[in-house]
């Protein structure tokens, strides 16, 4: 057996039938960054930095006389301002952890594959559009099956909870996790943990295998039941060492891999073999980095059966007005995309692009306008948007997420849109009012999203087998990969209304953008430059620059 990141190895860890499959192990157990440095990982050092020739390579949590066992990230540098931002492993903190085969090697299914294991040095760019002479910038490490792994087959206790709101695609990925531990490694141990966090201490778990959880993919909701709150980290650890589980698979929100944060980080502080991986859930898209979240595709679909029945009760009506809420507390990812996919919206309205009602300019007067020149019109708004609107007539109430109550911005904007034309009697409005929210995140996940929880849970199962924890499996620029938690709940991410996305959006409403030209210059110097010159999640363009600099000694 290997011990971990660069014990002797062998060809014999190998089967010999599959020798010129996969690449071979490094004699001399050194993790080599490739064309530009090595460090070895196993070593002990009395300082946080190792030089190899032009090279410097800064290993954040390595250990120091004053921090055997450092909490820091690991950061690893190379040329051309290169970072990657690594995800903690077992052997970070247990000393002398053994090393396996991975049975993947004689698993007929994958016999096909040429070069199945991912290679080690293989990473993800977070961005991918830049100039000829920008920085690398930060990378995250590739998800998918290692060579070695750090649990044997029979030695796999794992469990599985689903925690936060539903979202379509929760029982596809607890099925998937299943399968796959059960199909690629031979994992026989899988328990379901009943009603989110607070199961582990409270509620009975459930036993999983694939028979059981065969069909669960066909059906909304999660079968393990789900709550918010009921976070005890001591309680839920505690749960976790007594019941003898090594394998916490975590399908949450931002809050959710905020807590998974914390178990991780106990779990290493008790320097407990317990690997920690998140997937994350929202159906919001509101969590950064990753290009989009589970359940996402499948919302935007389902909101279109809302948007297309407001128009045609619109359409049918002199002076109709169809009024659609979609679910977005803090970001509008489902009104945008669900109003650009339907081409039927007039006007879309999100928590990120501030509004207000009366005046040049504002909202009551373009309805005017939309129904005199159309004589229909139908509205979009997300949950979150017009809240400051309405902020005087809501209490500072949170749920057990602690998320802020909001009031219901859809009934209130109906009844001050009625309330205006009633007033004005210029002329009458029909106005229906349709809240499809909690029907869109009740149904099973579509295609698209079956595939993309497929890949979801088992790169959290290649990645908890190989000794990978303190991660989140997403998917960055179209590869899936392993994200340290840190980056997962530093921030949510939002739409940027002086990108391009949302000026396609405007475009095809032709909608105002209720902003003047001082709004929209402030929004720009607030918000970060854009780490893809044409859509998606933002960041810092120097941000690559900045952590090189605070890495230095």
């Known amino acids: 057996m290997d011990s971990a990141y660069g014990g002797p190895s062998t060809a014999s860890a190998i089967a010999s039938p599959l020798k010129s499959r996969f690449s071979k192990p490094s004699n001399s157990g050194i993790f080599s960054l490739r064309k530009f440095s090595a460090v070895s990982f196993n070593r002990r050092s009395s300082g946080s930095d190792f030089k190899f020739g032009s090279t410097k390579v800064i290993m954040a949590g390595a250990s120091t006389p004053n921090n055997t066992k450092s909490n820091k990230p690991k950061v690893v540098t190379g040329p051309g301002g290169y970072i990657l931002e690594d995800v903690p492993h077992l052997a970070d903190y247990i000393d002398d952890l053994p090393s396996y085969p991975n049975p993947l090697q004689n698993n007929p299914a994958?016999?096909?594959?040429?070069?199945?294991?991912?290679?080690?040095?293989?990473?993800?760019?977070q961005k991918i559009v830049v100039?000829?002479?920008?920085?690398?910038?930060?990378?995250?490490?590739?998800?998918?099956?290692?060579?070695?792994?750090?649990?044997?087959?029979?030695?796999?206790?794992?469990?599985?909870?689903?925690?936060?709101?539903?979202?379509?695609?929760?029982?596809?990925v607890i099925r998937e996790i299943v399968c796959g531990l059960y199909h690629m490694y031979g994992v026989k141990k899988v328990l379901g943990i009943d009603g989110g966090y607070r199961g582990f201490y409270a509620k009975n778990t459930i036993p999983l295998n694939p028979k059981v959880v065969n069909d669960i993919h066909k059906r909304g909701g999660t079968i393990l039941g789900t709550s918010r709150g009921g976070h005890d980290t001591t309680k839920i650890v505690d749960s976790i060492q007594d019941r003898g589980i090594n394998q916490v698979y975590i399908i949450g929100g931002d809050g959710?891999?905020?807590?998974?944060?914390?178990?991780?980080?106990?779990?290493?502080?008790?320097?407990?073999?317990?690997a920690v991986?998140?997937?994350?859930?929202?159906?919001?898209?509101?969590?950064?980095?990753?290009?989009?979240?589970?359940?996402?595709?499948?919302?935007?679909?389902?909101?279109?059966?809302?948007?297309?029945?407001?128009?045609?009760?619109?359409?049918?009506?002199?002076?109709?007005?169809?009024?659609?809420?979609?679910?977005?507390?803090?970001?509008g990812f489902i009104a945008m995309y669900a109003t650009l996919a339907s081409r039927d919206v007039d006007c879309c309205l999100i928590p990120e692009s501030p509004f207000y009602l009366e005046g040049p300019g504002g909202l009551f007067e373009y309805i005017e306008k939309r129904l005199k020149e159309n004589g229909h019109m139908v509205i979009v708004t997300a949950e979150g948007a017009g809240q400051e609107l309405l902020s005087e007539s809501v209490n500072s109430m949170t749920d057990a997420s602690g998320n802020k109550l909001l009031h219901d911005v859809g009934l209130w904007m109906s009844q001050r849109i009625k309330d205006h034309f009633a007033k004005e009697r210029k002329f009458p409005i029909n106005l229906k009012y349709i809240d499809p929210t909690y029907m869109i995140r009740a149904v099973p996940s579509n295609a698209s999203d079956n595939v993309y929880c497929t890949l979801l849970a088992q790169s959290a199962v290649h990645g908890a087998m190989a000794g990978y924890t303190g991660f989140t499996s997403g998917l960055v620029n179209g590869r899936q990969t392993y994200i340290?938690?840190?980056?997962?709940i530093e921030k949510q991410n939002k739409v940027v209304i002086t990108d391009r996305m949302w000026a396609r959006l405007l475009s095809s409403t032709n909608q105002p953008s209720f902003l003047s030209a001082k709004d929209v210059e402030e929004k720009k110097d607030d918000e970060p430059s854009t780490m893809l010159l044409d859509d998606g999640p933002r960041t810092d363009d120097s941000l690559a620059e900045k952590e090189m600099g605070q890495l230095k000694p």
């Not at 994958?110 to 760019?125: A, E, L, N």
């Open 131 to 172: 100039h000829k002479d920008s920085p690398r910038g930060i990378h995250f490490r590739r998800a998918g099956p290692r060579q070695k792994v750090y649990f044997e087959s029979d030695e796999v206790h794992a469990c599985i909870v689903t925690c936060g709101g539903l979202c379509p695609g929760l029982n596809t």
């Open 484 to 488: 340290p938690f840190y980056r997962i």
């Open 256 to 274: 959710t891999q905020r807590g998974a944060s914390v178990i991780f980080e106990e779990i290493r502080r008790r320097g407990l073999k317990v």
């Open 110 to 125: 994958y016999s096909v594959v040429k070069q199945y294991f991912v290679h080690q040095d293989d990473t993800v760019p």
């Open 277 to 331: 991986a998140g997937i994350p859930k929202t159906i919001d898209n509101d969590i950064p980095v990753i290009d989009k979240s589970f359940g996402f595709d499948t919302a935007v679909e389902e909101a279109q059966r809302a948007i297309n029945a407001a128009h045609v009760e619109a359409e049918s009506i002199e002076n109709g007005i169809g009024v659609v809420k979609l679910m977005g507390r803090y970001s």
